[in-house]
């Protein structure tokens, strides 16, 4: 497939299998004619109607990242909420570092009072209104990363995953991603999966 592409991706920042993924769409941006807007969901509203949440003490906290995130895209815009996913990302995945909201948000260039959001629970609807788009186009038994990208007869059509660990670079990169758009010109094509035998690994390889 050729032309240029716009990609809506999904991610809560917690995730670390987005994380790594979202490095992927960032190198593809480099090697294939594809805009990149970034969506918003929530472990916290995927799993909220589960007995056993699967992210068990965190659960709580899950939310503040988020509410963050979305106080960011509505003030300052796309490449803001892109900047800040980098943010995050690099302080909470690989420094550890995961409760100075104040500092990834100073680390992406935006004011640090936003902050202070993530006690609030104003910008809850629209994140479950991103949450729920996401759903509607991957379905409902999934989890983020969500990748969306027109389909063959110009309907939009959406993917959990890819997870993949570690993210691809350069040529590489693209290569999956020309996979995946192969896959998502195929009517009725709809999972493909198989087992996980490691940790996330954050480094990045060709």
């Not at 087992?195 to 996330?200: K, N, Q, T």
């Amino acid at each position: 497939m050729t032309g240029e592409f716009t990609a809506d991706f999904w991610f809560d920042p917690v995730c670390p299998y987005t994380w790594i993924s979202s490095r992927w769409m960032t190198e593809v941006t480099k090697v294939r004619p594809v805009t990149v807007r970034w969506r918003l969901m929530s472990l916290s509203v995927l799993n909220e109607h589960r007995d056993d949440h699967p992210e068990g003490e965190w659960e709580d906290y899950m939310w503040a990242p988020v509410r963050v995130c979305a106080a960011v895209e509505d003030r300052f815009g796309q490449r803001a909420l892109g900047d800040l996913l980098t943010a995050m990302g690099t302080r909470f995945h690989l420094r550890g570092d995961w409760g100075d909201l104040e500092g990834a948000l100073a680390d992406a260039g935006l004011p640090e009072e936003i902050a202070r959001v993530a006690e609030s629970t104003v910008y809850d609807a629209a994140i479950r209104s991103s949450h729920a788009r996401a759903l509607a186009l991957a379905g409902a038994d999934i989890g983020t990363p969500v990748v969306s990208v027109d389909g063959p007869g110009g309907e939009r059509v959406g993917f959990f995953g890819p997870v993949v660990s570690p993210a691809p670079t350069g040529e590489a990169a693209g290569r999956l991603w020309d996979g995946f758009l192969m896959l998502a010109a195929v009517p009725g094509f709809h999972e493909i999966k198989r087992p996980r035998s490691e940790e996330p690994r954050f480094d990045m390889t060709d």
